[in-house]
């Protein structure tokens, strides 16, 4: 779509919105969008940023307070914090997914292309060494291995590629 | 700067608190084992947010360390504080955005503006 409007399906509201020049963002019901059946050109996902298009795939409901409320050991608690963030919207919003969008698409979510390589390696090592050694119930240690797993796919997907 | 000596090198800056790092070493049973990652997201922060973030002078002290990393040659220092720190702090409720922001260096902040796309603070 050109002239300056942009047609983006807002994931949450699960409607689309247009975006004209002046960056004024409007409910399609206002302009009778519904009945527009083409591609959007955006994507945005729940925290208002937009993607484009192509990286629909990647917008994905965040797992981390699912993930919490199963967990009563803290340093189980503290892992899950630092690989899921709040308003991460990337996959399951986790670090392992996040990774592999940055693998999957060129696209690295840090500064001047930097990557969440090094965290997923050292986090995965951590649960292992530290989370999995804890008293855990047999639904924490279910979790912590799937955390792990993950975080395996993820790297092993980041050096060798799919 | 070197990778491996990252927190000994955030640690030295802050001599008084010696022992509160230790303390939280031990209560989150990290070391440099673990990496700088598990260290700085669960000790770093946790020191930001309990005696940091309250004295302007050690605030600054702490940023403009992070701006030193920030601007490494070697980008998975930078990256241990965009992921973290900040995005730890970013995303805390507790911890206020408008007390920190002014004390961070332009590097820092170019890397917080980035972050801000990925997340919902």
């Known amino acids: 779509m050109g002239g300056g409007i942009s047609k983006i399906f807002d994931i949450t509201k699960k409607d689309y919105l247009i975006k004209e020049s002046n960056n004024k963002y409007e409910n399609n019901k206002n302009y009778n969008f519904r009945r527009d059946t083409s591609e959007s050109d955006f994507y945005s996902g729940p925290n208002g940023q937009v993607l484009p298009a192509k990286y629909k795939q990647w917008i994905g409901v965040n797992r981390r307070n699912h993930f919490i409320k199963n967990a009563r050991n803290n340093k189980l608690k503290n892992a899950i914090n630092q690989l899921y963030r709040p308003g991460s919207f990337i996959g399951d919003g986790g670090t392992a997914s996040v990774l592999k969008f940055e693998k999957r698409t060129g696209l690295n979510v840090g500064h001047n292309g930097n990557s969440h390589y090094q965290k997923a390696t050292e986090m995965k090592r951590y649960i292992e060494n530290k989370v999995m050694k804890e008293q855990l119930t047999n639904k924490e240690r279910k979790l912590a291995n799937r955390l792990v797993k993950k975080l395996r796919s993820a790297i092993v997907e980041w050096r060798y590629g799919i | ?121």
């Open chain 2, 1 to 121: 700067m070197r990778y491996s000596e990252l927190f000994s090198s955030f640690e030295n800056l802050f001599p008084e608190d010696a022992n509160v790092f230790e303390e939280l070493k031990e209560k989150n049973s990290v070391d440099e084992e673990d990496g700088m990652h598990p260290l700085f997201g669960l000790v770093v922060v946790q020191y930001l947010k309990a005696f940091v973030l309250k004295s302007p002078v050690k605030a600054q002290r702490a940023f403009d360390f992070f701006e030193i990393m920030e601007e490494s040659d070697d980008p998975m220092i930078a990256e241990v504080l965009e992921f973290s720190v900040l995005e730890n702090i970013l995303t805390d409720e507790d911890i206020n955005y408008n007390l920190w922001i002014n004390y961070c260096g332009e590097e820092t902040k170019k890397a917080v503006e980035k972050i801000i796309k990925w997340l919902s603070p």
